[in-house]
C-alpha cells in the first residue's frame, strides 16, 4: 500500500508530506473461504486497506516505528487474524548518506496485544 502521508522528525516533513508504503502480511485460517469462495468468509482486504489509511494518512507520529506498531495494533484488533507483519517504508528519508531510505518490520501476534 502507498500513502502521502505527513509524519517525521522535522517540520518540514510533516508540512510537506512524502510518501510511506505499507506492506501487509496476514496469518489466518483460510479453510472456510477456500471451502465456500465466498468474501464474507475471508477478511475483506480493501477493508484492512482502509483501517492502514485511516492510520497512516489521519494520523501524525514522528516514527515510522509507531506506525508500524499501531497498524499492527488496529489489525489484530478489527480482523479475524493470529500474526501480522507489517513493514513501513519511507523511501525519501531525509538523512544524509541514506540513499534508498528506512524501513522497520516487526510481527506480532494475537496474544501480544
Do not use: C
Not at 508530506?17 to 505499507?22: D, I, T, Y
Not at 506498531?69 to 489484530?76: F, S
Amino acid at each position: 500500500m502507498t500513502f502521502h502521508a505527513h509524519h517525521g522528525v522535522w517540520d518540514e516533513e510533516r508540512e510537506i508530506g512524502q510518501r510511506f508504503e505499507v506492506d501487509l502480511e496476514l496469518s489466518t485460517d483460510v479453510t472456510q473461504a477456500a471451502g465456500s469462495d465466498k468474501l464474507k468468509d475471508t477478511i475483506d482486504l480493501y477493508t484492512v486497506f482502509e483501517s492502514v489509511e485511516q492510520i497512516v494518512v489521519r494520523q501524525t507520529f514522528n516514527l515510522v516505528e509507531t506506525i508500524a506498531e499501531r497498524v499492527a495494533e488496529k489489525v489484530l484488533t478489527d480482523f479475524a487474524i493470529s500474526e501480522v507483519r507489517v513493514i513501513v517504508r519511507k523511501p525519501r528519508a531525509p538523512i544524509r548518506g541514506i540513499q534508498d531510505g528506512i524501513e522497520v518490520e516487526i510481527v506480532r501476534r494475537q496474544q501480544d496485544s
